[in-house]
């Protein structure tokens, strides 16, 4: 059972707007900014959003964050077959003194 | 460009130990925490652990799954953070990843390295 909860599996066809929600707490969420990772299949993840809302240098724009209260969420727009991978979200948290990941959404893109 | 190159990974009986060590290039090592985190077959990511920088005495925090059985150093001058795993089980099976934080507090993960494997069996 992970800290930050995330649904397990999202799916769209190309071109569609998805969302990827990760509920926290107080002690994570509620307190600490939250990053995004992808991992395509067979590989290391990589960060695509720092600090809540940052996107590093080469992640589209598609890719968006944003976080209110307890809850953070990652909308990818414009959905494209590369986009298919597993999507973790994560916070320090405060109370355990270490760093919470949710349990990560399978993005499909049909 | 950032490069954590993990090494160290392989087969081990429970009970056994192993250190698993990261080269690390493309920036100045000292500056940023380092952490582990592993991803065992078939599941998510889970923190490990993280170490401080030399600013911050070197402190480290774990994860309570391996509090006790790991410990996370760093040598600043050979630009490498090494993760010694004692009394290891089976449920220790997993991907481990070296990764790169800012160092501030509550600081996420920035850069992965592509991991090493450590399997747990007898």
């Known amino acids: 059972q992970s800290v930050l909860t995330q649904p397990p599996s999202v799916s769209g066809t190309p071109g569609q707007r998805v969302t990827i929600s990760c509920s926290g707490s107080s002690s994570n969420i509620g307190s600490n900014t939250v990053n995004w990772y992808q991992q395509l299949p067979g590989t290391a993840p990589k960060v695509l959003i720092y600090s809540n809302n940052q996107r590093p240098s080469g992640v589209p724009d598609r890719f968006s964050g944003s976080k209110s209260g307890t809850s953070a969420s990652l909308a990818i727009s414009g959905l494209q077959s590369e986009d298919e991978a597993d999507y973790y979200c994560?916070?320090?948290?405060?109370?355990?003194?270490?760093?919470?990941f949710g349990g990560g959404t399978k993005v499909t893109v049909l | 460009e950032v490069q954590l190159v993990e090494s160290g990974g392989g087969l081990v009986q429970p009970g056994g130990s192993l250190r698993l060590s990261c080269a690390a290039s493309g920036f100045t090592f000292s500056d940023p925490y380092m952490d582990w985190v592993r991803q065992a077959p078939g599941k998510g990511l889970e923190w490990v652990g993280r170490i401080r920088n030399k600013g911050n005495s070197y402190t480290a925090e774990y994860a309570a799954s391996v509090q006790g059985r790991f410990t996370i150093s760093r040598d600043d001058s050979k630009n490498s953070v090494y993760l010694q795993m004692n009394s290891l089980n089976t449920e220790d099976t997993a991907v481990y990843y070296c990764a790169r934080a800012p160092s501030y507090y509550a600081s996420g993960i920035i850069d992965w390295g592509q991991g090493t494997l450590v399997t747990v069996s007898s």
């Open positions: 994560a916070a320090w948290d405060d109370s355990l003194n270490g760093m919470v």
